[in-house]
């Protein structure tokens, strides 16, 4: 299976997985708070951050706007639809100054591109990856365009029937993309728990024999880290200093300790699949000794007594003969007096 470099690290099926902080629009447009986040990210383990790349003229349509003024929860929507876009939109110059922050704190700049206008802009950034948005995997010409880059993609696959993610990868595949990564997705937010499907990541993996990872809108840290448990390489996650914050995505976002335990314990589940092939490890084999059991007689017996199948029971520690081959005990005679419940040797027996 082929598998994407970023930024140097190897990505895809076997490998250790890749943790993205999906800081999104929880910059709020206030760049202080974005390096806050991106500096917590870090701390946290994370191998990237990423943004989305959008305009107020690139994602909504006009009609849109005219039909969204106003919205109860004013907790999530400060005001019209077009004023939030407008404030939460990452302009040019805040990606040059991002992902010049990123470069220098040693963290990965990744951005969801909208338009061409948009992948142009962080090609110029020299992202390593382009990603692509669940919303956009029928939108055939935006694939077609960022192929173009000759860049790997990683594309999630929320609202998308298995015959829509094949079309996605043929196009991009035709158009000359770079390597091509998945991300199981329900675009929901948050998703209920029988709607998941995580065994999709294996299915996705069958069909297209390329790297699977999750995309993740649940609360909490289970799921995520399940993902890895079903051989997701890649884990993205909504990514928030503050739940409590005002703004589209922050309530179903993880806070730094969620992410520090997502990351932490996905890279111990990971180390924990090892491998297919049944083994036993060097201290496995050293705690048979003590774990296991020996042969021991019932009785006291004296030099020359006939052991006999009633005389013999079985007990720690595993130091003596073991239980496999008590036939080659049974009807020996014993060299010397032997207590009972001591690990008989084969140096005991006549």
């Not at 939460?88 to 922050?101: K, P, R, V």
């Not at 996650?237 to 730094?256: C, E, Q, R, V, Y």
């Not at 990971?270 to 007689?297: A, C, H, M, P, Q």
Request: glycine share 6%; aromatic share 8%.
């Amino acid at each position: 299976m082929e598998t994407i470099n970023i930024d140097g690290k190897t990505v895809g099926k076997g490998k250790a997985p890749y943790f993205i902080a999906e800081i999104g629009s929880n910059h709020n447009g206030d760049m202080d708070l974005c390096k806050k986040m991106i500096d917590e990210a870090i701390a946290c383990g994370a191998d990237a951050v990423k943004f989305q790349s959008w305009t107020k003229s690139s994602l909504i349509s006009k009609a849109e706007y005219a039909r969204n003024t106003e919205y109860s929860d004013k907790k999530k929507h400060f005001g019209s639809l077009e004023a939030m876009v407008e404030r939460y939109q990452f302009t040019s110059q805040q990606h040059e100054e991002i992902a010049s922050y990123c470069e220098k704190a040693g963290i990965s700049f990744l951005s969801s591109c909208f338009s061409n206008e948009e992948v142009d802009l962080l090609d110029s950034l020299n992202v390593p990856v382009f990603k692509i948005a669940s919303m956009d995997i029928n939108n055939l010409p935006l694939l077609e365009y960022v192929a173009t880059k000759g860049k790997p993609v990683i594309l999630s696959t929320g609202m998308a029937s298995l015959g829509e993610v094949e079309t996605a990868v043929a196009t991009l595949s035709s158009s000359g993309s770079g390597p091509i990564a998945l991300l199981h997705c329900v675009s929901i937010y948050p998703p209920n728990f029988e709607t998941i499907n995580l065994r999709n990541i294996s299915t996705l993996e069958m069909a297209f024999d390329i790297p699977v990872g999750f995309s993740d809108h649940t609360l909490g840290t289970a799921i995520p880290i399940a993902a890895i448990a079903l051989g997701a390489c890649i884990i993205e996650k909504h990514f928030t200093l503050d739940k409590n914050l005002p703004g589209w995505d922050h309530a179903i976002s993880a806070d730094p300790v969620e992410m520090r335990k997502i990351v932490q314990e996905g890279k111990e589940v990971y180390l924990s699949l090892g491998n297919t092939i049944r083994t036993v490890n060097d201290d496995e084999i050293e705690k048979r000794k003590k774990f296991r059991r020996s042969v021991v007689l019932k009785r006291n017996m004296k030099m020359g007594e006939i052991i006999t199948k009633g005389d013999i029971d079985f007990k720690r520690p595993g130091t003596g003969i073991n239980p496999t081959e008590v036939q080659y005990v049974i009807d020996r005679s014993l060299s010397r007096d032997l207590e009972s419940d001591v690990e008989l040797k084969w140096s005991d027996l006549n």
